[in-house]
């Protein structure tokens, strides 16, 4: 009797504690991992950071699977210029993409050869030093690299290859109401909104990226566990995401 007490107790409490972390996840805090280099020198590839669901509100992407509980979003706040967000990539709904919001519902973008302007003006970038991506052969990749400040005073680092590359170049558009663009920091090295993201919906966030957590250089095989403890990238750790 004791030991089905017991069984009994232990079932519940896993219950308990799934029932708490699904909620955690859906209304408070939900872990991401960083997969691709499109927004360095902001986020590296293996940083593991928490997005605030509750930032923005709520709507079905907020939960488990999209569940379309509702339709828009109900306790909305819409993002600031310069937030670093996590959406649902909107040709289909379901993949994760994290990008800087750059332009908000009714603003006019254009590039001209890699200088961003915003409703007409140009956005101030200071260079800085070159920044250097190592692959595990230790190959380098060089970026220039720059302070960029948009409207409204937000700072942030960019990396470009050239101002001349491919999507350097965007003709000027307007943001639809109910919707945002976006671009990764590494713009030479970023699919957004100027690519095949396009606009993004007010309805696919999911939220804004917060802190890391944990960050570790993805390069080492997993089957060399003996490497994994110099390859954790211990200064990252709790840093805020700005």
Known sequence: MQEEESFTDTIKTLVYAILIAVVIRTFLFE???IPSGSMYPSLYVGDFLFVSKYTYGYSKHSFPFSIPLFEGR????EPKRGDVVVFKFPR???TDYIKRVIGLPNDKIKLDNGRLYINGELQDRQPLEDFIVRDAQGN???YHQYEETLTGGVKHRILEISDHEQEDNVEELTVPEGY???MGDNRDRSDDSRISVGFVPFENLVGKARFLFFSQDPEDAWYKPWLWPRKIRWKRIFNTIS
């Open 74 to 77: 109900i306790w909305a706040d």
């Open 180 to 182: 945002f663009f976006v």
């Open 140 to 142: 380098a990749d060089r």
């Open 92 to 94: 289909d709904n379901h």
């Open 31 to 33: 872990p991401f991992k």
